[in-house]
Every structure is written in structure tokens, then in C-alpha cells.
């Protein structure tokens, strides 16, 4: 039984969310005990301005940790399935059997200035699980791991995407026969 550990990219979407997480904190931490809007320099039950900038603060904070924590997970791959590891809550994980999906497709993820490939595991028409080449670099060794049906290559556009990652949309299309493959 070959077992498959997922290895971050430091020079892609990883090393970016680090950075992007220690800087907001630097800087949250910064503006909340040595500027004007400091705890100590602000009343904040009657300044409605501070409120609303300690909300945009912790707000910020919390959105990078959550790109973190949902983009940059720890994956295992074997023949019985995958398991999904939080990086910054390590007994977070979530264990799917290759039998919990219908079938994954392969789908072009765009950043600024390059685009990338990423799977994505699909489970009755919804998004189940999905990792990137722009997070790992062993992307490629993590998919021909992979053991459920082939449903070839898709096309979405950024706003579909989006919607779909966040579970709001449905992906209505269903693998084509022709690029299907089993696995017993």
C-alpha cells in the first residue's frame, strides 16, 4: 500500500499565505497597541470609528486564517482514500474513502498572472475535496494516486469557481465516457 504525503510549494500559494498571514498579523498587532486606534487610546464603546476599524482588523485576520487553514492542508493519499489534515489543527482531519466520490475532473484555477491545475472531488453534482498544483509540489505523484472515475477536464469561469469552492453552486456536468476510467 504506497502512501502519498503532500509537500508545499514555499515559492507558491503556501509560502504566499504564510507570508500574507504573518505580515496582516505584524501589522494588526502593530496598529492595535502602538498607534491612535490603540486599546489604550480608544473608548470603544462609545467610538463607533474604532469599532468599525477593530472590526475590518480582526475581519482581515480571520479571512487570511481561513485561506489558510481551507487551501493549505496536509493531504495523505493511499489506495483506500485521502485524508484532508488542518495545518494549524492537526487532529482536524477528514478521512474520504475513494468510494464517497462520483467521480473528480480536472479544472483550470487562474491567479494573476499564471494558471494552474487543480483537482477537484466530486460527490453528487457538489465540490468534496480539491487540492492544486499551486499549493503542492508533488501535485502530480498526489493525483495518479487518485482512484475513482476520470471525469476529464473542465472549464468554469472565475466567478463559477468561486461560487462552487464556497458550496453555493452545483457543478452540472457530469464525466464524459469517453475520459471516464475505473477503478475496482
Do not use: C
Not at 22 to 35: M, P, Q, V
Not at 95 to 112: A, K, L
Request: hydrophobic letters at 40%.
Amino acid at each position: 500500500m504506497k502512501k502519498v504525503y503532500s509537500k508545499y510549494k514555499f515559492f507558491g500559494g503556501f509560502g504566499l499565505l504564510i507570508g500574507l498571514n504573518l505580515l496582516i498579523g505584524f501589522a494588526s498587532f502593530k496598529l492595535l497597541t502602538a498607534s491612535k486606534i490603540s486599546i489604550e487610546h480608544v473608548d470603544l464603546l462609545n467610538d463607533s470609528d474604532a469599532r468599525f476599524a477593530y472590526t475590518i482588523i480582526i475581519g482581515l485576520n480571520l479571512l487570511f486564517l481561513l485561506l489558510f487553514i481551507t487551501q493549505s492542508r496536509f493531504i495523505i493519499v493511499n489506495t483506500i482514500g485521502i485524508t484532508f489534515i488542518n495545518p494549524l489543527l492537526p487532529l482536524l482531519r477528514k478521512t474520504r474513502s475513494w468510494s464517497d466520490f462520483d467521480y473528480y475532473i480536472t479544472v483550470d484555477e487562474n491567479s494573476r498572472y499564471s494558471t494552474y491545475e487543480a483537482v477537484w472531488l466530486i460527490k453528487d453534482g457538489k465540490l468534496k475535496g480539491r487540492f492544486s498544483s499551486y499549493y503542492y509540489s508533488n501535485y502530480y505523484e498526489i493525483k495518479s494516486q487518485i482512484k475513482t472515475r476520470r471525469g476529464g477536464k473542465k472549464y468554469f469561469n472565475p466567478f463559477s469557481q468561486f461560487f462552487i469552492i464556497l458550496g453555493m453552486k452545483r457543478i452540472k456536468t457530469k464525466p464524459n465516457k469517453a475520459h471516464e476510467q475505473s477503478f475496482g
